[in-house]
């Protein structure tokens, strides 16, 4: 069954009743001013306990010269342990836990026979890396992500006749080729990729 419709002449009154509400406000809100009074709402102020400055897998500070992280056994078990160092309890870091992450986790009961390793949640262990490693990692990381854009863009793409082009570093000549390298242009940046130009005879 439809609803029914609204007539003219309803939306008419229901148009008046909000003009008169409106009205009603503004009145209010003069009346305010002049009184001196705010007529602000209040601001709203955030609280969530559990936002991102108390997540336990948030490393507060690093150890001079030594990047902090969380290796979970998904990470260890794919890429190995790539120069991470466990954190022990009984180590430097270890013992002052509370200065380097969020409610640092109590000593389980038989870890020290065990291994000691400083862990949370399902089996992920807190490790250290030199910081001189994490830089060259990241350096390296921004290199390539760099020369990708650039591919990408475009920019030092060679185009050696119509339809022919290189894609990154350019090209150059190698001698196993059938020709004895006089044509033959190979892709450097991505050598799986390769484009042979032979001559006209």
Known sequence: MSEPITTKKELEQENEELKSRLKA??????????AGQSVDPEPFVYYDPYD???????????????????????????RGWQGWTPVQYDDEIGREL?????????????TATQDNYVRRG???ILCWIDKRIWDTRKRKALDKANR?????SGAGNTTLMRGV???GEGVR??????????????NQSNPSHQTRLLDEE
């Not at 997540?55 to 690093?62: D, H, R, T």
């Not at 990708?148 to 990408?152: C, D, E, H, V």
């Not at 000549?173 to 190979?186: F, M, N």
């Open 25 to 34: 406000m503004e009145d209010l809100i003069a009346k305010q001013k002049a």
């Open 52 to 78: 991102s400055d108390v997540n336990p897998l948030i490393i507060k500070e690093n150890p001079e010269g030594k990047i902090l992280s969380w290796k979970n056994p998904n990470v260890r078990n794919t």
């Open 98 to 110: 509370d200065r380097y992450v969020n409610n640092p986790p109590p000593q389980m009961e038989g």
């Open 122 to 124: 399902t089996d992920s």
């Open 148 to 152: 990708r854009t650039q591919m990408a």
């Open 165 to 167: 082009s290189t894609f």
């Open 173 to 186: 000549t190698t001698a196993s080729s059938r020709d004895g390298g006089k044509s033959a242009a190979v």
